[in-house]
């Protein structure tokens, strides 16, 4: 993969034309007969005989007009870094906690870091692994997670970092030195030049409609019920990520002007929200994270915002709920959570038989979000058109790509993951 910097006057006047033809056309765009990837009707078929009151067919995509990332609530538009730093983020920023993420608090706490367990030259002397517990004190009450790091050793300097969200199954520091589990492959990440840290997301908020007064959330209210617009479940778990982050940058042989946070699925959505909230992450990963994450909720192909928030009410603020049925009048579409990122860097991944998760609409929000890098002077995938399978595609702070098979994060997306790393942060 090569990172190509457009630099001449005519390519990029002919990459914003592009990219406003991308941000202002209403949809459905029609493909093109040699797209490189589409979705094989057989699996179209599959989904829609599966699950017969959701939309996979590409024709039934309703017409719709995306919201300008770069038009301010009173109609003007940003036509400068700065104006996009100071007014237009912020406001951005808020529409998604009211609307879709919900409100974190504001409340002071004391968070310690307590090292509980430790084994020295795992992975054949090639680094420390480290168990952790997060401790967070409000007055005379904690609350506590765990996670696990892995430092190399030997580093001449600080290591860059990826921090992953874990949503399956989460293995005690003994385990996760022995075996290289696919979907959190410390070896490998250590092996590549990395630290790396992991946690649960239910040992931070149950993932469970109704684990509310055992998770973090209940512990900041003091067991009060959490307001419409207050944080939920994904919120919860990316601000985990960042107090995660907070430790390693207490690190020194860690640098942590380096760190990646990766998700999966629910965990992917997770990790673009964190990145959204805390400027401090490097990239954000948002592997297959469909509705709710990268996926434009405007399309409402596969999962939709009332399937969603009725199977996942922790997940997301009760507002969001409120656009059942009527996405294209949310103030704010996932193109625009992934310009609040920018000019930091974005990976999307799809799976082309995630159908749930909609790969086109994943691919969609990541082209859309290219006049915000544009505006913040960074190259960003513009092309139209997806790539092929198993292409990764990466245009200065942007990648991405469609992996051959099902809703997983595995090996294959790891290496694809650390190359675009080994280009943005080495
Ligand atoms: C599904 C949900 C998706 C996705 C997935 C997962 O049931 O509909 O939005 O998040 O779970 O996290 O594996």
């Not at 996670?147 to 874990?166: G, L, R, S, T």
């Not at 192909?301 to 656009?323: D, L």
């Amino acid at each position: 993969m090569q990172i190509n910097r457009e630099s001449t006057l005519d390519s990029n006047l002919i990459r914003s034309t592009i990219v406003a033809i991308v941000v202002l056309a209403t949809a459905p765009m029609p493909l093109l007969a040699d797209e490189p990837w589409q979705a094989d009707p057989e699996v179209v078929a599959r989904f829609s005989s599966r699950r017969d009151s959701f939309n996979y067919e590409e024709s039934k995509v309703p017409t719709y007009r995306l919201p300008n990332a770069l038009q301010q609530a009173d109609g003007s538009q940003v036509g400068d870094a700065a104006t996009w730093k100071e007014d237009r983020r912020p406001e951005l920023l808020e529409l998604f906690r009211s609307n879709v993420y919900g409100r974190r608090p504001n409340i002071d706490a004391t968070i310690r870091y307590v090292e509980t367990g430790r084994i020295d030259g795992v992975f054949d002397g090639k680094a420390d692994g480290i168990a952790m517990e997060t401790v967070i004190e409000i007055a005379d009450r904690t609350y506590s997670f765990p996670f696990i790091v892995f430092i190399p050793k030997d580093a001449e300097q600080p290591v860059p970092a990826v921090i992953h969200i874990n949503n399956r199954e989460f293995s005690p520091l003994e385990e996760a030195a022995q075996e290289n589990d696919p979907f959190w492959p410390a070896r490998t990440i250590v092996e590549r030049g990395y630290a790396t840290a992991s946690f649960h997301t239910s040992d931070v908020d149950p993932d469970r409609k109704d684990g509310y007064a055992e998770g973090v959330r209940s512990f900041y209210a003091n067991g009060k019920l959490p307001a419409d617009e207050d944080w939920r479940s994904l919120s919860a778990w990316g601000w985990a990520a960042s107090r995660i982050l907070d430790h390693l940058s207490g690190i020194d042989t860690i640098d942590a002007d380096r760190v990646a946070v990766v998700g999966h699925s629910r965990g992917g959505k997770t990790a673009l929200w964190a990145a959204a909230e805390d400027p401090r992450f490097a990239i954000a990963y948002s592997n297959n994270s469909g509705c709710g994450g990268a996926a434009l909720s405007r399309r409402a192909y596969g999962e939709t915002v009332e399937r969603i928030t009725n199977a996942f009410p922790h997940w997301f603020c009760k507002t969001f709920s409120t656009y059942s049925d009527r996405e294209d009048e949310l103030p704010v579409d996932q193109h625009e959570l992934i310009g609040l990122i920018a000019p930091r860097a974005v990976y999307v991944t799809s799976a082309d038989k995630d159908l749930w998760a909609d790969p086109r609409g994943e691919y969609a929000a990541l082209v859309a979000s290219a006049p915000v890098f544009e505006l913040l002077g960074q190259a960003s995938i513009t092309e139209p058109t997806m790539p092929a399978l198993d292409s990764p595609r990466v245009m200065g702070k942007t990648g991405y790509h469609i992996r051959t098979g099902e809703h997983n994060l595995t090996a294959q997306d790891w290496n694809w993951f650390l190359d675009f790393a080994d280009q943005i942060v080495k």
